[in-house]
């Protein structure tokens, strides 16, 4: 695995990572998130060795610089636009892939594998922001590493895109692969990450699975929509149930369907609608980062 262990880093007398600690498992996609201005993109430069600092990075039990070809063990994608304007994306891949002591032949592949095969004697200068992103997950592609960094990979990608992307990235992992990606795309996150580390002006904030992350910050709550809607809330203040009006019924607060529902039969009250109401990564995201963000802009209304 990554193990990062302590990671601190000052900015001008602003301390931009404090003490950071957190592992990248192999076969799973580890998600990163926060706000921003959090510290994100520079804790990913330490992982790298790219920024200086405190603490230390492990890959597999041992520093990055120590392996003889680095790439087999870390594909990047820190910036989409990284390369030289007057290549061709072919051309780009090759060079990186010489430099990395990988065959030439790959450079085909990993165009094919990112949709890029029709484009690759185009100069990238002009590509699109997703398209930017497709050559950069190329080139971290290219010596098939045992794990991936990606800072901000679905930036750019239409719809379509992100899917493909959120299926790559797990069958990646899925292959007894490491994936650490940052996104604020928070519901792809949902659906992409089986482990989640938030952060908040450079404090760990949460290191825990996804699941455990949205249980654990967002309280579970039923949707219930009955005939007699007063004698209901009338019973549930009798019960100390905490509930607020939605929609035309009630969002119940720390229950079950089945109090709700035995409540309800009991009083002789009909059910018209009960559902339970998944907890997301968004509230549990919000509810962890509260009075974490670096810029926070006034609401309106």
Aim: no cysteine; aromatic share 6%.
């Amino acid at each position: 695995m990554i193990e990062v262990k302590k990671l601190s880093k000052t900015y001008k007398n602003k301390l931009a990572v404090d003490d950071i600690s957190f592992n990248v498992e192999p076969g799973k996609v580890t998600g990163f998130l926060g706000p921003n201005g959090a510290g994100k993109s520079t804790t990913m430069r330490m992982m790298l060795g790219l920024n200086s600092g405190q603490g230390s990075v492990l890959y597999e039990g041992q520093p990055l610089h120590a392996y003889t070809k680095p790439s087999d063990m870390v594909g990047i994608l820190l910036e989409a636009k990284a390369f030289h304007p007057t290549r061709s994306a072919r051309q780009h891949l090759k060079i990186l892939a010489i430099e990395a002591g990988t065959a030439t032949s790959r450079v085909d592949e990993v165009l094919e594998i990112v949709g890029l095969s029709s484009e690759a004697k185009k100069g990238p200068a002009k590509f699109s922001l997703g398209m930017s992103q497709r050559l950069g997950l190329a080139a971290a592609l290219l010596a098939s590493p045992k794990y991936l960094i990606l800072d901000e990979p679905a930036n750019g990608l239409d719809p379509e895109g992100i899917v493909w992307l959120r299926d790559f990235l797990k069958n990646y992992a899925d292959k007894d692969h490491g994936v650490f990606v940052s996104s604020h795309l928070l519901s792809e996150m949902s659906q992409l990450a089986d482990n989640v580390v938030v952060i908040g002006k450079g404090k760990l904030l949460a290191n825990t699975s996804m699941k455990n992350f949205i249980a654990g910050n967002v309280a579970s709550h039923v949707y219930v929509r009955v005939d007699q809607l007063d004698k209901f809330k009338r019973l549930l203040n009798e019960q100390k149930i905490a509930f607020e009006p939605k929609d035309k019924g009630l969002e119940v607060y720390k229950t079950k369907t089945d109090t709700i529902g035995k409540l309800a039969y009991e009083n002789k009250i009909l059910i018209l609608e009960l559902a339970n109401q998944r907890a997301s990564l968004e509230e549990a995201f919000l509810e962890v980062t509260a009075g974490s963000e670096e810029f926070a802009g006034r609401r309106l209304g």
